[in-house]
């Protein structure tokens, strides 16, 4: 098992997917916002002759990505919200894609409940509905705030 404190540059990514393609365990960080910016960040590390090829290699070797993001409580206090992304054969095309807006990943996420995956804006209504966290609060840190919107007035 490797554990690399954050992927900061390609050099460090490039390390990082090679032990990863030899089987070992990499855990690591790197600040974006939700899993398909965590993807586009380091795909966009790479010289644009080497995406394609770099996405496939991540669809190999890549399992999760967990994002967090840490909401102000209506009682004071933080509460930590999950987007996680699971790898599947159904996802893996979305990794491989060049789809440049990440929309298909996260669409995938937003779907990907009975996989085990959690999509953030799903998990700030729950919070909002159970009055955990102020509705604006929630539509602050939304990935899709005008959709967030709607889903709660409904």
Excluded: C, W
């Excluded at 987007?83 to 298909?104: I, L, P």
């Excluded at 995938?108 to 604006?136: C, P, T, W, Y």
């Amino acid at each position: 098992m490797i554990l690399v404190g954050e992927l900061r540059d390609r050099e460090t990514m490039e390390m990082v997917l090679e032990a990863a393609e030899t089987g070992h365990l990499v855990l690591s960080s790197l600040n974006a916002p939700n899993a398909a910016k965590t993807l586009e960040r380091i795909v966009s590390a790479f010289p644009s002759a080497e995406q394609a090829s770099l996405r496939g290699r991540l669809a190999k070797t890549l399992r999760y990505v967990i994002s967090q993001q840490l909401l102000p409580r209506k009682d004071g206090g933080r509460v930590a919200v999950l987007e996680v992304f699971k790898n599947t054969q159904r996802t893996v095309q979305y990794v491989d894609s060049e789809d440049a807006s990440g929309d298909t990943l996260l669409e995938a996420v937003r779907n990907g409940a009975s996989e085990g995956m959690l999509h953030f804006d799903q998990e700030i209504e729950k919070l909002v509905r159970a009055g955990v966290v102020d509705q604006e609060v929630g539509l602050s840190y939304a990935t899709d705030s005008q959709q967030l919107q709607r889903s709660l007035t409904q």
